[in-house]
């Protein structure tokens, strides 16, 4: 009995704290990308929200993922996948093609158009 409660526990205390920054609402909001592979200093904001990215981190439509030093990649649930290099900033959106570099004050598409 005593492993049954501290398991269900556990499994609780878990899931709370990955959905905690995740960014997850109370609406039942999906992630949009998860991340697959951090080198250097990488951060996710979200509204004032700031934290380190880690690999499996679930990414959630608006937070915004700033590379200082290094990389991240991304794979987005359509199966879109992206790299993002030092001084990049990214927006993201329910994909690739609908996240957006942000550049000082402005934004811009992803496609290379």
């Known amino acids: 009995m005593n492993r049954l409660l501290l398991s ?17 609402a109370a609406s039942g909001d999906s992630p949009v990308a998860v ?3 951090v080198e250097g200093a990488v951060s996710i904001r979200k509204d004032t929200s700031t934290s380190g990215a ?8 608006g937070m915004i993922i700033e590379v200082e030093k290094g990389s ?12 993002l290099k030092s001084g990049e900033r990214l ?3 329910d994909s690739a093609k609908g996240s957006l570099f942000v550049e000082g004050n402005t934004t811009r598409g992803v496609a290379k158009e």
Do not use: H, R
């Open 91 to 93: 927006k993201l959106g």
């Open 35 to 37: 991340i697959t592979n």
């Open 72 to 83: 991240v990649s991304l794979v987005f649930m359509n199966g879109d996948f992206l790299e």
């Open 8 to 24: 269900g526990l556990l499994t609780f205390i878990l899931s709370w704290s990955i959905g905690f920054f995740s960014g997850e």
């Open 54 to 61: 880690q690999i499996g981190t679930e990414l959630y439509a």
